[in-house]
């Protein structure tokens, strides 16, 4: 009796997730999978093929975005790496327990606001008639309107300030849990402040920081809205060119096959960056 | 000399005062305990001599030179933590091996100086072992080796058996003591449980309220207290409020609360001042002695302990008093009439606490 309500619970609950990762995960990505292996020999005829695949490699310009998007989403999770330690170790570990709260809200905020808005607002700054530049001429540093839009950094910049949330919830939620004895221990013992950082909270925050560097990572490569928006025509976006392959030339073939790159391509730069660094999945993102 | 001294060191966290112009030494090579209740200002007091406070008065000298311009990790002072604080991301020899790496040791000698001190604390060959793989009282030994290992001028010890089973506390307690004479390093330990105090200690300073109340060997604090709190809080006693009579030859008549009355050895407070009176369970034997020191009951119930047994003797005027009975040999049965009395030197009389 007891057992079966066990089960039936176990079911339940089980039933939402399996349901999500078989139907709009495992699905969609077999689909997607067995599209980039169609060779399309004539109209509505196909021939399974890695047709595809040779025609991404025989095109510099798409392999070349595609490691421009690896490049630039890593710089993009080093950036938010050196922005969210501080701050997460200030609200874990400096800030008053009554301020913890409303520090941690104060950077949920931005999220109410949709990414489109909020890549909007980025323009409204940084556009030639923008603030920013408005406010430089009426200062007098700049004698001409400045376009500040549509550059490498930009994306940079706001693809930043898009992902950074997600480094520091998991830094805080690791560094929450350092009791503060071990960093007097570190100092007791005779450590100086940078030798209690590398030693004693860097590696106790290791987990936090990998699984944080790997979804900002993630979302960065998969980002659109905000490379499009800030970076324009010349952002070179990988998700980009899957898109245009999807929508604007209806080569759903070459889509689908941009799109498996991409998971493969981000998939093994986390590997590498797990080895790399010395780091597994297992004992970082999983322990306890 | 003194290899740890504090000169009226004072904390003011706003305006409540934790720490209250405490001035103490230790002399090189012996085991000093602070004792007092928690929230005393014991912690503090410790935290500042760590470096990790700052006092806002007084001073604070290790071999004879002042260290309060010293950050923490320039001071030779170990800290062995509360819950010790193990570093959870390293072995057992890389926690060892920590401070010497940060003191600039040769490699090749830090090996070395970690396997001799496990030796030393009986743990040999346990480097590589996770901190986590250790029981209770091997994590305890592992936090006094890190600290050893770095050779301090004083060791202190923050409470370091609160979080271990009665059991293991008990045969800790030897150890510690042990281990302290086998490093022969200035031992400052810090505790709320009276008998590690006593059973470890050279010298104890009882703390209460920010201030020292006493400073003396285990046996003067027991023997002979200064005050009514120390009387209280070192060892059991039995503790019955009263007011003076009148005081003669040093010996005060106390009419207690429920109308006995007893002689005490007066501790303060002159005649009509309201006083509390302690007797030591072991001072107290079976049977009629002179007028004064001899109170009527009937025994209310007998507690087995072994060599710690009591008899509960409850007075007419409704008072439980605790009688030793040390081999639980006494032939008394519960609902008895019996008569106990105590030599009136042994019975101090305090000035009762402003309550």
């Known amino acids: 009796m007891r057992s079966d309500t066990g089960k039936l619970s176990l079911i339940l609950l089980m039933t939402p ?190 987990p936090g920081i990998v699984s944080g560097c790997i979804i900002t990572f993630m979302l960065t490569a998969g980002s659109y809205l905000t490379p499009i928006l800030l970076g324009g025509k010349n952002s070179s976006w990988f998700t980009e060119q899957i898109y245009n392959q999807f929508i604007t030339r209806y080569n759903w073939e070459a889509g689908a096959t941009f799109g498996v790159l991409l998971l493969l391509f981000t998939s093994f730069v986390v590997w590498a960056g797990l080895r790399l660094t010395g780091q597994s999945l297992a004992t970082t993102v999983a322990k306890e | 000399m003194y290899d740890l001294e504090s000169k009226s060191v004072t904390k003011r966290f706003g305006s409540f005062t934790a720490v209250d112009s405490v001035s ?43 260290v309060l311009n010293d950050p923490p990790n320039k001071r030779n002072v170990k800290m062995v933590f509360q819950h010790l604080a193990l570093f959870p991301m390293m072995n057992v020899g890389e926690n060892i091996a920590y401070g010497l790496r940060c003191r600039g040791d040769a490699k090749s000698s830090i090996g070395d100086k970690v396997k001799a001190v496990l030796d030393r604390v009986g743990l040999p060959g346990v480097e590589e072992k996770q901190v986590s793989q250790l029981s209770g ?81 285990p046996k003067e604090l027991y023997d002979r207290p200064v005050s009514g709190f120390v009387a209280g809080f070192v060892g059991d006693s039995n503790r019955w409020a009263g007011r003076v009579d009148r005081v003669s030859d040093g010996m005060a008549r106390v009419q207690l609360e429920g109308g006995d009355t007893v002689v005490a050895s007066a501790e303060g407070g002159g005649d009509g001042a309201s006083v509390e009176v302690f007797v030591r369970p072991e001072v107290i034997k079976i049977g009629a002695g002179p007028e004064g020191s001899t109170l009527s009951g009937k025994v209310d119930s007998l507690l087995f302990n072994g060599a710690n047994s009591r008899v509960l003797v409850k007075t007419p005027s409704g008072k439980l008093i605790e009688v030793a009975d040390p081999s639980g040999a006494s032939t008394l049965a519960e609902g008895d009439e019996v008569q106990i009395h105590w030599d009136p030197k042994r019975a101090l009389a305090f000035p009762g606490e402003a309550a």
């Open chain 1, 17 to 206: 997730f399996a349901l999500w990762i078989v139907l709009l995960i495992i699905l969609p990505q077999a689909g997607i999978g067995y599209v980039s292996l169609q060779e399309k020999v004539g109209p509505r005829q196909y021939e399974f093929g890695f047709k595809n695949y040779m025609d991404f490699l025989g095109e510099p310009i798409y392999w070349n975005t595609l490691l421009r998007t690896a490049w630039m989403s890593i710089l993009v999770t080093i950036l938010a790496l050196m922005i969210g330690f501080p701050v997460a170790y200030y609200i874990a570990k400096i800030a008053k327990k009554q301020a913890r709260a409303g520090l941690f809200l104060l950077c949920l905020i931005p999220l109410w606001v949709s990414d489109l808005v909020r890549a909007f607002g980025w323009i409204v700054l940084l556009r030639e008639t923008g603030i920013i530049s408005g406010a430089l001429q009426w200062l007098g540093i700049i004698g001409e309107p400045v376009e500040m839009l549509y550059n490498d950094m930009t994306v940079i910049i706001g693809l930043v300030y898009t992902v950074v949330l997600f480094m520091i919830v998991p830094l805080v939620s690791t560094l929450d849990g350092m009791d503060d004895a071990l960093l007097e221990a570190g100092y007791n013992l005779g450590g100086s402040r940078f030798t209690v950082f590398r030693r004693i909270i860097v590696p106790y925050a290791m």
């Open chain 2, 24 to 66: 103490f030494g230790v002399p090189s090579g012996s085991f000093f305990s602070i004792l007092g209740p928690s929230g005393c200002g014991k912690t503090t007091l410790m935290r500042m001599i760590a470096g990790f406070e700052n006092p806002s008065e007084g001073d604070i000298l290790i071999k004879d030179r002042s």
């Open chain 2, 137 to 217: 009282g091997q994590k305890q030994r592992i936090a006094i080796a890190r600290c050893m290992v770095l050779e301090p001028d004083v060791l202190l010890l923050d409470e370091p058996l609160g979080a271990l089973d009665l059991k293991l506390r008990e045969h800790m307690k030897i150890e510690l003591k042990q281990l302290q004479h086998q490093f022969e390093t200035t031992f400052l330990y810090i505790t709320h449980d009276q008998s590690e105090a006593l059973v470890m200690s050279d010298n104890v300073a009882v703390m209460n309220a920010g201030r020292f109340e006493q400073i003396g060997s």
